[in-house]
């Protein structure tokens, strides 16, 4: 695999690790103070980041693994929740949701050797402000549609990633955006590349850093994934 096309694929797992949270619909729920969702026995677990806000979301994220198999982890679950749960099989995964007062928690878990391993998140839809226009303050070719705006504010270096999906192909995303960007100040990294099936670029402006990733989707679609580092 080129340089290239491993970090377009890198990309596209820290994007999953997140989305994989979210694929559950939420109660409208309010408040301000996170739950801690029980936990099973001998369960490693750490935190994807110490603050997501995803789409103008309030959401806290953590991975685990445990040497139990999947299925007591779900039954852990449904018996600690009283069977106030919505479960969901997603090809080698099943999601577990439970609502309780205001906020919405989604387990996924999947097999793992003997073992299994997943991601639990919290949600709190009540922190959503009214009017969130995702993607904005960032350059879109005409005619793209943001799926995702996830932030990380309170990580070391606070972090932004945008994803937006278009009809243009990687090299036309790739240089519309060298354009625009270059119009807003950014500079160009010397490991700019493409490569036949995506594109990666980086740019600077001071002490900030931001990343492009154009991945060619199928029918004549891109996505394309943007990070913005800023100190």
């Not at 994807?48 to 039954?75: C, D, H, T, W």
């Not at 009214?130 to 972090?159: C, Q, T």
């Amino acid at each position: 695999m080129s340089a290239e096309l491993a970090l377009i694929a890198r990309a596209r797992i820290r994007l999953a690790r997140v989305f994989a949270l979210l694929l559950l619909p939420i109660a409208a729920i309010a408040g301000s103070s996170f739950p801690q969702p029980p936990l099973p026995e001998n369960i490693e677990i750490d935190p994807v980041a110490k603050r997501i806000v995803y789409n103008g979301l309030e959401m806290r994220a953590s991975v685990f693994r445990s040497p139990q198999p999947a299925a007591e982890i779900i039954a852990f679950y449904e018996k600690a929740w009283k069977g106030r749960v919505v479960i969901d099989a997603l090809g080698d995964t099943t999601v577990v949701g439970h609502g309780d007062g205001d906020y919405f928690t989604s387990v996924r878990v999947a097999a793992d050797g003997a073992g299994s391993k997943g991601e639990i998140g919290i949600v709190n839809v009540g922190s959503a402000p009214k009017h969130f226009e995702p993607g904005k303050g960032l350059p879109k070719p005409m005619g793209s549609k943001v799926f995702n705006d996830i932030a990380y504010p309170d990580d070391p270096v606070p972090a932004r990633t945008v994803a937006l999906r278009n009809g243009l192909s990687a090299k036309q995303n790739a240089a519309f955006f060298r354009e625009r960007l270059a119009g807003e100040g950014w500079k160009p990294v010397a490991d700019n590349a493409c490569a036949q099936r995506g594109c990666v670029l980086g740019f600077e402006r001071g002490s900030a850093n931001l990343s492009l990733v154009v991945i060619a989707d199928t029918g004549g679609q891109s996505q394309v994934v943007i990070t913005v580092q800023q100190p």
